[in-house]
């Protein structure tokens, strides 16, 4: 069925009848979990110090039910920090790094953030391994005698690490991990990692502000033998009187959270559980990814930006568009968002011109398979345009 976009113009498809009941694919902030709503959450650390019994109690509280659901060892710690994952990132490396000669990985624009903090205001000199939009650098090529920073889930490129296999078990540097589009999605072989961050802004569908820092024991070895020669602002220190601050990692955050975002957390850890874990926020990024991938496979104007199946994101999954620039993805997006039948889906201002769905574990494969019949009428109206 077709009908006319205006008299003379190109044939354009019609809409489709069915629109997704959420269309909430923004990679950050992302959808909110299935059945979530404000009266929902608890209230009652509001207005409450967090440094109250009660306050403390709540964020010990989330930091569990993070430690649960990512079968965290008891060997790391999990401390809740300021500025979402780029302030609990930036905290790791402004306070470990410079004990020994630092390598670097980036194949897209968070990878390629910590290089230039790392050159230019760190003033260290790192090697640099780098990879195109859509490709993972060597992995191989890793000298592992110096501290590795590197993104697990390449946000903005649809790209991850296959696994954890080449990261040695006696390496001598430490490997940290930009693991915020990561974890609650992948099996994480966490003696494998030394430090990680996160926001629970991604998988989880939480509110953004707050990061998520965990340290392994060679990561706290590092702290409290190490100290760097810069300046550390107050809210990156994590050492007190020659020891580590055992409290960040007990609900004392190093300033003040907002306990509405903790709050909301915890309504996401709890759904979490309820599904089972790990192994169920998995199993719906799977399936979501899947469902996506169908759509990709059916469509010949439409393509994988990660080519390799193997190293592709079930997260943020990023996909080229034939013959599409810039200015065609920002129409295509601005349709859909109008229609809603899509929010957020125009590609990382960085990225090549492309889509980015989100197939994290709050989004519903139902929406994802909503999805495809809209993309196919976007594409079509604005090339008709």
């Known amino acids: 069925m077709t009908d006319l976009t205006a008299a003379g113009a190109t044939l354009a498809p019609a809409k489709p009848a069915t629109l997704p009941a959420r269309p909430h694919f923004s990679s950050g902030p992302c959808a909110k979990p299935p059945g979530w709503s404000l009266d929902k959450l608890a209230v009652d650390s509001l207005g409450r110090s967090h440094r109250s019994k009660l306050g403390k109690q709540r964020l010990q509280y989330a930091i569990d039910l993070m430690r649960e659901m990512l079968r965290l060892p008891d060997t790391h710690r999990i401390g809740i920090v300021p500025a979402s994952d780029t302030g609990a990132y930036e905290m790791a490396m402004w306070t470990m790094l410079g004990a020994r000669p630092v390598t670097a990985l980036a194949w897209e624009s968070f990878g390629e953030g910590w290089v230039t903090d790392a050159v230019k205001q760190l003033k260290l000199d790192p090697t640099v391994i780098r990879a195109d939009y859509g490709q993972l650098p060597d992995l191989n090529a890793v000298d592992w005698s110096t501290d590795v920073l590197f993104t697990w889930n390449g946000t903005t490129s649809g790209v991850r690490v296959p696994n954890a296999d080449w990261i040695p078990a006696d390496r001598e540097g430490l490997s940290f991990a930009d693991s915020t589009s990561a974890v609650f999605a992948y099996d994480i072989d966490w003696d ?3 430090v990680a961050t996160f926001s629970w802004q991604k998988v989880l569908g939480g509110e953004g502000a707050h990061g998520v820092l965990i340290l392994g ?9 190490y100290t760097p020669a810069w300046p550390l602002p107050k809210v990156f220190r994590l050492m007190a009187k020659g020891k580590l601050a055992e409290g960040v990692f007990k609900g004392e955050t190093i300033n003040t959270p907002s306990m ?12 979490a559980k309820s599904l089972g874990g790990l192994e169920g926020l998995i199993a719906r990024s799977d399936a979501n990814a899947a469902a996506l991938d169908r759509i990709v496979a059916e469509r010949d104007w439409l393509g994988h930006l990660a080519a390799d199946s193997a190293t592709r994101s079930k997260t943020s999954v990023c996909l080229t568009v034939e013959g599409a620039d810039e200015a065609f993805i920002k129409q295509m997006a601005s349709l859909l968002e109008k229609e809603g039948a ?15 769905i989100w197939c994290g574990a709050t989004v519903d494969t139902a929406d994802i398979e909503a999805l495809g019949p809209w993309l196919d009428w976007a594409y079509a109206a604005v090339k008709a345009a």
């Open 192 to 194: 494998k990692i030394d």
């Open 217 to 225: 024991p060679r990561a706290v070895e590092r702290l409290e033998t």
């Open 260 to 271: 509405l975002a903790v709050e909301d957390a915890i309504f996401a850890l709890e759904w």
């Open 342 to 356: 899509a929010f957020d889906i125009a590609g990382y201002r960085d990225a090549p011109a492309g889509l980015r």
